[in-house]
Structures are given as structure tokens and as C-alpha cells.
């Protein structure tokens, strides 16, 4: 299969536009399991009526695993914000109301998201010991009611359809708390606007009738998980801030 040109490569996987189908190929070091895992997040998420894409087959091609959906056409509405920077508070109202929507689904199925976040926090090289035990400790200290989480929702994950607007990049979802991935969505904005990201919190929380508060107990958490991912020194630098901000040396 000639998929041509990759449209997108990420950290683990490259994304192909082949025959309007959506290709995800991924790369050889993730473990031979991965996009079965994927795929079946986004097709327990399908399941809910959630407006995202089909997965069609999970395969390989040339030796490396590959999930094949439905192509969703349309630009995302973080493409059409940064044309339309006037328009920030319509672009982040709409992206609040399909959040609630994903956070209104009880996500019985999926992976619980303390068994997610603490899988992460232990692979992080950035993080001592102690530092994994005390945000491990206050993980396990907060109570929530499951409910799914997309786990890194932002303006680039949603694609602005003919007739909806589509969420996409299932990978790390789970069932998990609300309050957890506002807080996750919030770090994200922050690193590139706090103007932004304060827009969006407070927009969350009035629509929500959530707490910054409550929201914010999970900073040092979510940026301690953060930190075993691949991401440049100034972001390293930022998360390690918050998490020795509430757990100090």
C-alpha cells in the first residue's frame, strides 16, 4: 500500500490521507498492543454517540502496527481561532459545551485514570522517589465519580465538520474525574497563553458550577505525569515548578 506523504507525524505515530480513509501508523517502539488499546478507546467512545471518527480496521502495513478510520474533513478549531483571535470566547464556549458532553458519560469500561497517572508518574527520569510517593499519596487522598475524561482535550483535537464538530485522539482517555482533565486542558492553554487558559477555567467553572480550587488540586499531579512524556526543557523546567511548588525538596 503506497500511503504517500505522512499529513501529520506525531511522537508515536505518523498520520496518513490514503483513499479518504485515515491511516495511523505506528512507530516500532510502543508495545505490539498499542492499537488494538487505541482502537478500542475510540470505539467504546463511538459507542456512547459521541461524535467521533469510525475505526475501521486495526491492521498492520509493512511490518508496523496501523488503526484505519473514517476521514473526518474539516480544519480544527484551534486552526480557526488563530484566524479568528476576536473570536476566543466562542471558539472556547463551544469547546467547553462538547467537554461536558464527553464528561457527562459514566466510563465503567475504560482504564481507571489513577492507573494512568500513576504509571506515568513513575516513568518520569525528571521525578525522585520522594517525589512519586508524595504525589502518589495525594492522588489516592482525592475522591471523584468515574466519568470519562479524553485526557488531552484542547482546540486542536476538535475538527469543525459539515453538520458537528468531531473529537479526536482518544489515546489517553479513561475513567477518571472531571476536575482532572480541566486541570490537564488548563497546564495545556498555560503554556502558551495564560490569558487563554484563565478564559478557559473560568468559562469551565460557571458552566459547570466547579471550583478553580478543586480543579487546581490536580496541577501537581497532571504535571508530574506530564514529565514522562518528550517535550521540551522550558515545559520540563515549568511542570517540575508546579509539582515542587506543592511538594516541596
Not at 183 to 211: D, N, V
Request: charged content about 25%.
Amino acid at each position: 500500500m503506497n500511503l504517500g506523504a505522512p499529513i501529520a507525524v506525531g511522537n508515536t505515530a505518523e498520520i496518513y490521507l490514503c483513499d479518504n480513509k485515515i491511516i495511523k501508523v505506528f512507530k516500532d517502539f510502543l508495545p505490539p498492543t498499542e492499537s488494538l488499546y487505541e482502537a478500542n478507546k475510540q470505539k467504546y467512545v463511538y459507542s456512547c454517540g459521541l461524535p467521533v471518527p469510525k475505526i475501521l480496521n486495526v491492521t498492520e502495513i509493512a511490518g508496523k502496527q496501523a488503526i484505519i478510520m473514517e476521514y473526518v474533513e474539516g480544519k480544527t478549531i484551534g486552526d480557526l481561532l488563530l484566524k479568528n483571535m476576536e473570536r476566543t470566547e466562542y471558539f472556547i464556549n463551544i469547546s467547553v459545551e462538547i467537554q461536558q458532553n464527553i464528561h457527562a458519560h459514566v466510563a465503567d469500561s475504560l482504564e481507571p485514570m489513577s492507573e494512568q497517572l500513576i504509571r506515568k508518574i513513575q516513568a518520569s527520569s525528571f521525578l525522585d522517589n520522594k517525589h512519586k510517593s508524595l504525589l502518589t499519596k495525594k492522588l489516592n487522598g482525592i475522591k471523584y465519580e468515574e466519568r470519562l475524561c479524553h485526557g488531552d482535550y484542547h482546540l486542536f483535537n476538535l475538527i469543525q465538520a459539515i453538520h458537528d464538530v468531531v473529537i479526536i485522539d482518544w489515546v489517553d482517555s479513561s475513567a477518571g474525574d472531571i476536575r482532572a482533565d480541566v486541570c490537564h486542558t488548563y497546564l495545556l492553554y498555560s503554556q502558551f497563553s495564560e490569558k487563554l487558559a484563565e478564559m478557559y477555567l473560568q468559562i469551565y467553572c460557571k458552566k459547570s458550577g466547579l471550583l478553580k480550587d478543586e480543579i487546581m488540586q490536580w496541577a501537581p499531579i497532571i504535571a508530574g505525569a506530564k514529565l514522562s512524556e518528550n517535550m521540551p526543557s522550558e515545559n520540563v523546567k515549568r511542570f517540575l515548578e508546579i509539582v515542587h511548588s506543592d511538594c516541596p525538596h
